[in-house]
């Protein structure tokens, strides 16, 4: 089996493909559904979120995203998993446009058998969840921001490489190799995430309970999984707790 991390989107996925934005689109993504939200729709761009709630029609739908880190005019959250955490979204399907991570989860649907998202929130079931489902690779990629390398996804992608290692055997690349690295180096989770320009920059913009909140390792056991069926709407990915 191969373990190859991905540093940014890009490329073709044959099999397994984890998606990982720890600040903050698939930390977010898992607090959605700990709150009980039915499933997610990940659109390819805010217009198609918006859509999917015309004016004035009560819907089952909630938008969250954002933009530069704040929310997106006429969506009911921005893109905060501590503000959701703090939430319950029974009955509710929320849609989701991000920066980056949202993006990263459509490129990797293009080809990857299985998508799941992963955080450090839900790092350790990731991994299980991942290792049951692939037969020949598993690819893990690191969302970045706007087309950086994110430091912050690098380490989340070292912690979940780090826990497959001990799950069985795996041919690594560089990129694994460059992740487990970065985690063996990089402290614990809060100061990695700490350290980041990402974490650095949510917390200028007093976003640092969200930083907090994302180093939280393994909290969760939900996996957010790439579902496809005939209902789902153009330019949206649906992803439900698996
Ligand atoms: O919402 C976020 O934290 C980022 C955007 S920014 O880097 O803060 O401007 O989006 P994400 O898609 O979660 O990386
Ligand atoms: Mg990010």
Do not use: W
């Not at 698939?26 to 559904?33: C, N, R």
């Not at 499933?39 to 995203?65: C, Q």
């Not at 979204?89 to 980056?100: A, L």
């Amino acid at each position: 089996m191969r373990l190859r991390v991905d540093l940014l989107p890009h490329g073709n996925y044959p099999d397994v493909v984890i998606i990982i934005d720890v600040l903050r689109a698939t930390t977010t993504a898992v607090a959605y559904l700990e709150r009980s939200a039915e499933a997610l729709l990940l659109t390819a761009t805010p217009e198609v979120a918006l859509a999917l709630r015309p004016e004035g029609e009560s819907t089952p739908y909630l938008l969250g995203g954002e933009r530069g880190g704040l929310p997106i005019p006429g969506f009911d959250f921005g893109n905060s998993p501590a503000e959701a955490a703090g939430q319950n979204f029974t009955g509710k399907t929320v849609v989701m446009n991000t920066t980056n991570g949202t993006g990263a989860a459509h490129t990797a649907a293009q080809s990857g058998k299985h998508v799941f998202l992963a955080s450090l929130t839900n790092a350790h079931a990731a991994a299980r969840r991942a290792r049951a489902a692939a037969t020949e690779e598993i690819a893990i990629v690191c969302a970045g921001t706007d087309n950086h390398v994110g430091l912050e996804d690098v380490y989340a992608a070292g912690v979940l490489a780090e826990y497959l290692l001990a799950m069985g055997e795996f041919s690594i690349d560089d990129g694994a190799r460059i992740a487990l690295t970065v985690r063996r180096n990089g402290g614990n989770p809060l100061e990695a995430l700490g350290s980041s320009g990402h974490g650095q920059h949510l917390s200028r913009l007093g976003l640092g309970e969200d930083v907090r909140y994302a180093a939280g390792l393994s909290t969760s056991t939900i996996v957010p999984t790439l579902t496809r069926d005939d209902d789902t709407p153009e330019q949206t990915l649906k992803f439900i707790a698996g």
